[in-house]
C-alpha cells in the first residue's frame, strides 16, 4: 500500500509553569493509503498530541519542536509535502479538505451558540466555495428575480466568486451591510449540502435538525454531527480522536459501524485514537502503541494480539477484562511517568517487569522484529529475532 | 416580578426608615424655619408615631401618588428636583456608555487575541491606571491639563454666552429634554449642542477611562477562556481562518459573561459619578446624593434608593433579555 502520511522523530513540548513537558519523544509512524491504523495507550501518553501535531492544531502552550510530518497527496504516494514548513494558509486549506478530525467530547467539540447546520456548512463554505459558486452561477440562469439589475449584480458577484474564492471585491461586499446579502444564494446552497450530508449519516429530520443548536441534541447526534463536519469535503485522512470512547456501547457500536461503512465508501484512511483494545480489534488493520510519548509498537493487529513483543503491550493486552479467565484483574503496576523529567532511557523501564541495566541508559529505537512488526524494546531485540528472550506468558 | 422586586426594595428601604426617630422624620415636613417649632404637631398630625404597618401602608401611598417629600437640599419638592437633576447625570451617560461597551469590548478582544503582546501590556497599563488611580485625582489632573494649561475644554454645564442667551430669549429656546446637546439639535442650534459637547468632553473621558478599565479585563479573560475551548480546536480542524474563529466563533461567547458586567456598570453610572459632577461642577443626581446624604436630607435618600432599585431591576430585565438573545441554551421555547 502506498503511504498517506508519515510522522518522522515529531517532538512536540508544552511549556507550562511546572516545567516543559516532553510530550512527544520522536515519534514516528506511517499512515498508508485505505487502511485503518488505531492508536492505543493510557491517558496522557501523547495520543491525541500526535494527532493534532500532524494537523499543525496544537494548542498553546504547545509548539511542535521538531521532525517531520510528511503528507502524500498523490495516488501513488510518491510526492511528499512537509506539513511542518508549510504556510498557515497553506494548513488551512488542507485542513477540513484532505485532513480532517473527530473530536474526543461531542459535547465540548461543537459551538454552543451556533446551529448545526451553520456550522457544518462552514466545511463548504472553508473549501467548496468555487465548486458552490459555479452552481449558484448556474441556478441564477433559470431564477425568477423580482427585477433584471438584480440578476445582473448576483451574477457579476458569484462569477467573481466562482474564478477566484479570495476575490477582494467580493470579500469587501460580505462585510458591507445590505450588499453583503448577495451571499444567501450560497448560504442556501451549503445548507442544502450539509443536510445532505447529515441525512446520509443515518439522521432523521435532517431539514429541521439543521436548525437546532448543540444542547437540542443527544450525545450520539453530536457525534455524528462531528462526523458529518469531517466527512463534509471527503478527506482523505480521517482522524478519529476517541471519537466512541465517551458514548454508551450501542451508540459506540453504531458510530464505529457508520465509520466502517464510511471508510469502504469514501474515506480513505481513518487514524483512530483509543485506548479501547475492543475496538482495535474489531475495526484496525494496523495498531501503534505508544507509551509516554514513544511508539513502542506498531504491528497487524492480529499479529499484535497474537504476539505483542513490548512488555508494555502485553501488560496491556492482559489489563483487559477476560470472561474466560476468573480471578483478580492485571492492572500496570505503577504509575505513567511524569512527562518534565521522564525517565532515561526507554521510559517504560521504571515499570517494566524484565528490566535490564541498558534500559535506563539507552532510549531503544523502532526496529524490525518480524514481518510488518516494529517494536521498540532492548530485550525483543530488533532485527535478530530474539523475541523469547524473555519467555511464554 | 418587577412588582414584587420594587415591594421588596420599598419594605428594606421603609425599615431603614424606622430606625430614625420620629422628629427626624417629621423634618421632612418641615418647609420652612418658622415650622421646625411645630415639630410635635407635625409628629400627631402624620401619625408618625403610629405603628410601622400603618405608616408604612401610608407611605406607600403617598409614594405612588408623587409625593416624595421636601428636599431642602434642593430647595424643591423631591420628585421636581429629580426631574431637574436627572437630565444632567442621563446626558453624560448617554455619551459614556456607548463609548464604554464599544471600546472596553474592542479592546478587550484584541488583548485577549493577542495575549502577552505589546498590545496586551499596553491595554493593562491603561486599565491599571483607569481602575487604580482615584477618580478625583484623575479628574483634577484631566481639568488641570485641559483647562487649567490648555483652556480647551471648560468645566460645568454650558457656557456663559449660551446661558445668557437662554435665560434673554426664553422663547427662541424651548428646553425638550433637558440635555443641551440634544435640545441644541432640537431647536436647529448647532452651536449649542457644540458648546454643551466641549464641555462635556472632559467628564466623558474621566468616567470612560475609569469604568471601561473592569470590563475590558472581563472581557480579555473570557477571550483568552473561549480561545483555549475545544470547539476552537474543531472550527481549527475545519480550516477556519484566525479571523473566523476570532470573531465568529469565540467572541460571542465570550460576550455572555460580560453582558452581565456591562449591565451592572451602566446601572452603576446611572448613580451618577459624584467625583466627576462635583470636580466638573455639574450637578446632576451623583452631586445631589451627595449633599443630601452630608446633609441627612431623609426624602431624597429614601427617594433615591427606590429609584436605583428601579434602575438595577430593570437594568436586570435587560441583561436577561439580550442573555437570551445571545445564548439559545437559556431560550424559554
Redesign the interface.
Known amino acids: 500500500m502506498p503511504k498517506l502520511i508519515e510522522t518522522r522523530d515529531l517532538v512536540t513540548n508544552f511549556y507550562t509553569y511546572e516545567g516543559v513537558v516532553k510530550a512527544l519523544n520522536k515519534v514516528g509512524l506511517v499512515i498508508e493509503r485505505g487502511t485503518t491504523f488505531g492508536l492505543v495507550g493510557e491517558s496522557g501518553c501523547g495520543k491525541s498530541v500526535t494527532a493534532?501535531s500532524m494537523?499543525r492544531?496544537v494548542?498553546?502552550p504547545g509548539r511542535i519542536e521538531g521532525g517531520q510530518v510528511l503528507f502524500y497527496p498523490g495516488e501513488d504516494g510518491q510526492e511528499a509535502v512537509e506539513l511542518l514548513s508549510q504556510s498557515e494558509?497553506y494548513m488551512?486549506?488542507?485542513?477540513?479538505?484532505q485532513i480532517?478530525?473527530i473530536?474526543q467530547?461531542p459535547n465540548?467539540?461543537?459551538?454552543?451558540?451556533?446551529t448545526i447546520g451553520d456550522q457544518v456548512a462552514?466545511?463548504f463554505l472553508?473549501?467548496r466555495k468555487k465548486e458552490m459558486c459555479a452552481k449558484v452561477l448556474e441556478d441564477l440562469k433559470t431564477a425568477d428575480l423580482p427585477w433584471p439589475g438584480l440578476k445582473k449584480l448576483l451574477e457579476f458577484f458569484y462569477r467573481r466568486a466562482a474564478a477566484d474564492p479570495g476575490d477582494r471585491l467580493c470579500c469587501w461586499a460580505s462585510r458591507t451591510p445590505i450588499l453583503k446579502r448577495w451571499q444567501q444564494r450560497l448560504f442556501r446552497e451549503a445548507r442544502r449540502r450539509s443536510v445532505e450530508i447529515i441525512a446520509a449519516l443515518d439522521i432523521a429530520n435532517a431539514d429541521q435538525v439543521v436548525d437546532r443548536?448543540p444542547?437540542n441534541l443527544s450525545g450520539g447526534m453530536k457525534q455524528r454531527i462531528?462526523i458529518a463536519?469531517?466527512l463534509a469535503c471527503e478527506p482523505l485522512l480521517l482522524i478519529a480522536d476517541e471519537a466512541t470512547s465517551n458514548l454508551d456501547v450501542t451508540i459506540q457500536a453504531q458510530i464505529l459501524d457508520l465509520l466502517r461503512k464510511l471508510k469502504k465508501k469514501s474515506i480513505s484512511s481513518i487514524l483512530l485514537i483509543t485506548h479501547d483494545l475492543g475496538v482495535v480489534a474489531e475495526t484496525c488493520d494496523r495498531v501503534g502503541v505508544m507509551y509516554a510519548g514513544s511508539v513502542c509498537e506498531v504491528a497487524r493487529v492480529g499479529e499484535l494480539f497474537r504476539n505483542p513483543l513490548h512488555p508494555y503491550t502485553r501488560a496491556l493486552l492482559d489489563a483487559v477484562p477476560k470472561f474466560s479467565v476468573s480471578g483478580q484483574l492485571k492492572s500496570v503496576e505503577g504509575n505513567v511517568p511524569n512527562l518534565v523529567d521522564p525517565p532515561s532511557g526507554c521510559r517504560f523501564h521504571p515499570r517494566c517487569p524484565l528490566r535490564r541495566k541498558i534500559c535506563a541508559q539507552r532510549l531503544p529505537e523502532l526496529a524490525l522484529a518480524g514481518p510488518d512488526h516494529l517494536v521498540a524494546c532492548h530485550l525483543a531485540g530488533g532485527r535478530s529475532g530474539s523475541a523469547q528472550v524473555w519467555g511464554g506468558r | 416580578m418587577l412588582v414584587f422586586v420594587l415591594l421588596g426594595v420599598s419594605v428594606l428601604i421603609f425599615a431603614i426608615l424606622m430606625t430614625f426617630s420620629p422628629e427626624r422624620r417629621a423634618m421632612t415636613y418641615v418647609e420652612t424655619p418658622q415650622q421646625v417649632k411645630d415639630i410635635p404637631q407635625i409628629i400627631k398630625q402624620h401619625g408618625l408615631d403610629d405603628p410601622a404597618h400603618v405608616q408604612y401602608f401610608r407611605w406607600l401611598k403617598q409614594i405612588s401618588t408623587g409625593n416624595w417629600g421636601w428636599s431642602f437640599v434642593a430647595a424643591d419638592t423631591v420628585w421636581n428636583a429629580f426631574w431637574r437633576y436627572l437630565p444632567i447625570t442621563l446626558e453624560l451617560n448617554l455619551f459614556t456608555t456607548p463609548l464604554i461597551i464599544i471600546i472596553g469590548i474592542w479592546l478587550g478582544t484584541q488583548a485577549g487575541i493577542h495575549k502577552d503582546t505589546w498590545l496586551d501590556h499596553l491595554t493593562r497599563i491603561f486599565a491599571i491606571i483607569g481602575w487604580s488611580l482615584p477618580t478625583f485625582l484623575f479628574a483634577l489632573i484631566m481639568l488641570m491639563l485641559f483647562y487649567g494649561y490648555f483652556p480647551l475644554f471648560p468645566p460645568g454645564i454650558i457656557g456663559d454666552k449660551v446661558q445668557m442667551f437662554i435665560l434673554e430669549n426664553p422663547d427662541k429656546f424651548h428646553s425638550y429634554t433637558g440635555m443641551y446637546t440634544i435640545d441644541g439639535l432640537l431647536n436647529g442650534r448647532l452651536d449649542i449642542t457644540l458648546d454643551a459637547l466641549r464641555h462635556l468632553a472632559m467628564p466623558v473621558f474621566t468616567q470612560v477611562v475609569v469604568v471601561v478599565a473592569l470590563l475590558m479585563r472581563v472581557m480579555r479573560s473570557s477571550m483568552i477562556e473561549e480561545i483555549s475551548k475545544e470547539y476552537v480546536i474543531t472550527a481549527r480542524a475545519k480550516g477556519a481562518d484566525n479571523k473566523t474563529i476570532y470573531f465568529r466563533h469565540a467572541r460571542k461567547n465570550a460576550l455572555i459573561p460580560v453582558v452581565t458586567v456591562a449591565g451592572w456598570l451602566v446601572a452603576f453610572s446611572m448613580e451618577g459619578s459624584v467625583s466627576v459632577e462635583i470636580i466638573f461642577n455639574r450637578r446632576g443626581i451623583g452631586w445631589w446624593l451627595a449633599q443630601s446624604a452630608i446633609a441627612l436630607d431623609i426624602p431624597v435618600l429614601m427617594g433615591m434608593c427606590l429609584f436605583f432599585g428601579l434602575v438595577y431591576v430593570v437594568t436586570n430585565l435587560v441583561i436577561d433579555i439580550l442573555y437570551a438573545a445571545i445564548d439559545p441554551r437559556i431560550r424559554l421555547t
Open positions: 493534532r494537523m492544531v494548542q498553546e494558509a488551512q486549506s488542507l485542513r477540513g479538505d480532517s478530525m473530536f467530547e465540548a467539540a461543537l459551538n454552543p451558540i451556533m462552514e466545511s472553508f473549501h443548536y444542547h462531528l463536519m469531517a
